[in-house]
T-cell receptor, first 113, second 114 residues
Framework: KQEVTQIPAALSVPEGENLVLNCSFTDSAIYNLQWFRQDPGKGLTSLLLIQSSQREQTSGRLNASLDKSSGRSTLYIAASQPGDSATYLCAVESTSGTYKYIFGTGTRLKVLA | DAGITQSPRHKVTETGTPVTLRCHQTENHRYMYWYRQDPGHGLRLIHYSYGVKDTDKGEVSDGYSVSRSKTEDFLLTLESATSSQTSVYFC?????????????FGPGTRLTVT
């Protein structure tokens, strides 16, 4: 059974710092992996989706990488800002063609001004 | 934002009463999902739909049923609500043009069962 882990559960950094969020999964046979952001009391906002054939995706200050063989994805945030404070979740689509996702429990990020 | 709405946004109900949550999309996506989000558990899939009248169970489907009679609407029903079903419920969609797999989420429904 696929399990998705995000460590640490919470992280505080000073403004301007570059940071990396981690996502680990137990079954490397994934179809794709998606990163989301969730603000308190809100729904999830899609940030990046990496297909299994890709190594990374970039959007603005965000860069997500995928290493299926080691069961890891990282989300790199450059020059962090207080507005980046949120919970970041990753989700994997585990079996080809099912369109079903397994979510990690998220990393709660606080960027201090 | 993808055109996904959920209703109601907040509901308080008593144990044993039936409850129906509605998800409505204007994006013509094939797949629709219901998740619940609880502290310490993250998001867990309740049911999902891969087409009109086509649904399947997720990992926490006991006590829930769903229906999808048209592409744009996906209903989640708690036949007899219990306190353990107090949660935030999210609807999501995927499978738009060219079968794209990115998931988009609605704003959520906060349900309290007293």
């Amino acid at each position: 059974k696929q399990e998705v882990t995000q460590i640490p559960a919470a992280l505080s950094v000073p403004e301007g710092e570059n940071l990396v969020l981690n996502c680990s999964f137990t079954d490397s046979a994934i179809y794709n992996l998606q990163w989301f952001r969730q603000d308190p009391g809100k729904g999830l906002t899609s940030l990046l989706l990496i297909q299994s054939s890709q190594r990374e995706q970039t959007s603005g200050r965000l860069n997500a990488s995928l290493d299926k063989s080691s069961g890891r994805s990282t989300l790199y945030i450059a020059a962090s800002q207080p507005g980046d404070s949120a919970t970041y979740l990753c989700a994997v689509e585990s079996t080809s063609g099912t369109y079903k996702y397994i979510f990690g429990t998220g990393t709660r990020l606080k960027v201090l001004a | 934002d993808a055109g996904i709405t959920q209703s109601p946004r907040h509901k308080v109900t008593e144990t044993g009463t039936p409850v129906t949550l509605r998800c409505h999309q204007t994006e013509n996506h094939r797949y629709m999902y219901w998740y619940r989000q609880d502290p310490g558990h993250g998001l867990r899939l309740i049911h999902y739909s891969y087409g009109v009248k086509d649904t399947d169970k997720g990992e926490v489907s006991d006590g829930y049923s769903v229906s999808r009679s048209k592409t744009e609407d996906f209903l989640l029903t708690l036949e007899s609500a219990t306190s353990s079903q107090t949660s935030v419920y999210f609807c999501a969609i995927s499978g738009g043009y060219s079968g794209q797999r990115e998931q988009y989420f609605g704003p959520g429904t906060r349900l309290t069962v007293t």
